[in-house]
């Protein structure tokens, strides 16, 4: 049961409109998280705006996959995993990545789970990290700034993981089929 309206364009406020036109032209669809953020402008225009940024830093489309989904995991959002196990499909990200992401796993590529067990780190403390978290991140490859660029994959990810547990919004048809919960998690 969905627990906050879920907007199209007609039903939208007015300052919502103009931004699930972006996302219809986008996705070729509005994605029902985007539907039910349009409740209020300016959380849906700040999800965009934190998407489009992310996706612009220094990490290619493992590293995204990689930051996103080990968020969205560790949030247990029922919405995001299936959304990005789809969209990391499309970026052909290789799907073993996607399948230990989604069972918490650690990733075989010594680089990638550094990124996966920095972002853990950050989230579970949130951000309190110790010296020898940063060493290791920086050994395996990784810069300051991509310290920061993780924080700013959470903030996208924290708006949208926390208002789909509120929303419970239905996965959209297209990533029905990689549903996923915690409790399923094969470790």
Not at 40 to 55: G, N, R, S
Not at 143 to 151: H, P
Request: a negative charge; hydrophobic letters at 40%.
């Amino acid at each position: 049961m969905t627990t906050l309206k879920v907007h199209n364009i007609e039903t939208a406020p007015e300052g919502s409109k103009e931004l699930l036109e972006k996302s219809q032209k986008a996705y070729g669809m509005i994605p029902g998280l985007h539907g039910v953020l349009a409740g209020a402008p300016k959380i849906l225009e700040a999800y965009q705006t934190l998407h489009e940024l992310f996706t612009q830093t220094s990490f290619n489309e493992e590293e995204l996959t990689v930051v996103w989904q080990t968020i969205n995991v560790e949030h247990a959002c029922h919405y995001c995993v299936p959304a990005h196990t789809g969209i990391a499909k499309m970026m052909k990200v290789d799907d073993a990545i996607t399948e230990a992401l989604r069972n918490e796993t650690p990733l075989e590529n010594p680089k990638l789970e550094a990124l996966r067990t920095m972002t853990l780190t950050i989230v579970r403390n949130r951000g309190h990290v110790t010296q020898e978290d940063l060493d290791a991140f920086y050994a395996a490859g990784y810069s300051e700034a991509q310290v920061l660029e993780i924080i700013l994959g959470l903030s996208q990810k924290t708006i949208s993981n926390y208002v789909n547990h509120i929303a419970n919004t239905p996965v959209d048809a297209g990533f029905k089929k990689f549903a996923w919960s915690k409790e399923n998690v094969v470790s």
